[in-house]
Antibody, heavy 116, light 107 residues
Framework: QVQLQESGPGLVKPSETLSLTCTVS????????WSWIRQPPGRGLEWIGY???????NYNSSLKSRVTISVDMSKDQISLRLSSVTAADTAVYYC??????????WGQGTLVTVSS | EIVLTQSPGTLSLSPGERATLSCRAS???????LAWYQQKPGQAPRLLIY???SRATGIPDRFSGSGSGTDFTLTISRLEPEDFAVYYC????????FGGGTKVEIK
C-alpha cells in the first residue's frame, strides 16, 4: 500500500518561496503520476499540478508561473515549490498519486500559513 | 475551462435516509474521468467513485454513481453515521478540477 508523507515549514513569510516534500513508501515512484493539491481553511480543493518520473508535468494555469514540481527518485520524494506567496496561499497541502484521471492515495496533508 | 457545480451546498438528513448529490459540468465531460471523493474533518479526501460509476477498492455498495454528459449523481442509499462528510466531484480533462463540494450533515 502506497503511503505518502508531506513535510516542510508550517510558516512562510509573504513574498518568499514555499517548499514542501512528499516522501513515498510502499510503492515505486515510476508507477504513478504524482500530484499536489491544496485546500484553504474551510474551503474546497484546488489541484496544483502533477509530474511523472520521466519529467512529464502539468500545472494549474492559475499557478503555473509560480509553481515547480520535481521528483527525486533516489530519495523517493516529490517536491513542491511555490514562489512569491501571499496570504491566499495559506492552505493544507496534500500530495497524492494520480492515475487514470483519479487521485488514489493521499498524504495526511500539511498546513502552511503565509504570514509575517 | 470546465466548471463543476455541486448542489446542494448542504444536505441535512437523518441516518438511514437516502442522499442524492448532484455535480453539473459547464460542458460535456467524459464519464471515464468523473470521480467522487469523501472528506471527513481533519482528514484527506478519499476516492469513492471513479469512471462516474465504479466504486473504488473497499467502498461499500451503498455508494453509487451515475450520469453522463454534464449531469452526474452520487447516491448514498442509506446513510450510516460515518457517511456524514463533505463530498467532492472531480473531472480530469486537460487539467483536473474539483467541484465546490456538498456537505452532508446530520439533521
Amino acid at each position: 500500500q502506497v503511503q505518502l508523507q508531506e513535510s516542510g515549514p508550517g510558516l512562510v513569510k509573504p513574498s518568499e518561496t514555499l517548499s514542501l516534500t512528499c516522501t513515498v513508501s510502499g510503492g515505486s515512484i515510476s508507477s504513478y503520476y504524482w500530484s499536489w493539491i491544496r485546500q484553504p481553511p474551510g474551503r474546497g480543493l484546488e489541484w496544483i499540478g502533477y509530474i511523472y518520473y520521466n519529467g512529464i508535468m502539468n500545472y494549474n494555469s492559475s499557478l503555473k508561473s509560480r509553481v515547480t514540481i520535481s521528483v527525486d527518485m533516489s530519495k523517493d520524494q516529490i517536491s513542491l515549490r511555490l514562489s512569491s506567496v501571499t496570504a491566499a496561499d495559506t492552505a493544507v497541502y496534500y500530495c497524492a498519486t494520480y492515475y487514470g484521471g483519479n487521485f488514489y492515495h493521499w498524504g495526511q496533508g500539511t498546513l502552511v500559513t503565509v504570514s509575517s | 475551462e470546465i466548471v463543476l457545480t455541486q448542489s446542494p451546498g448542504t444536505l441535512s438528513l437523518s441516518p438511514g435516509e437516502r442522499a442524492t448529490l448532484s455535480c453539473r459540468a459547464s460542458q460535456s465531460v467524459s464519464s471515464t474521468y468523473l470521480a467522487w471523493y469523501q472528506q471527513k474533518p481533519g482528514q484527506a479526501p478519499r476516492l469513492l467513485i471513479y469512471g462516474a460509476s465504479s466504486r473504488a477498492t473497499g467502498i461499500p455498495d451503498r455508494f453509487s454513481g451515475s450520469g453522463s454528459g454534464t449531469d452526474f449523481t452520487l447516491t448514498i442509499s442509506r446513510l450510516e453515521p460515518e457517511d456524514f462528510a463533505v463530498y467532492y466531484c472531480q473531472q480530469s480533462g486537460s487539467s483536473p478540477i474539483f467541484g465546490g463540494g456538498t456537505k452532508v450533515e446530520i439533521k
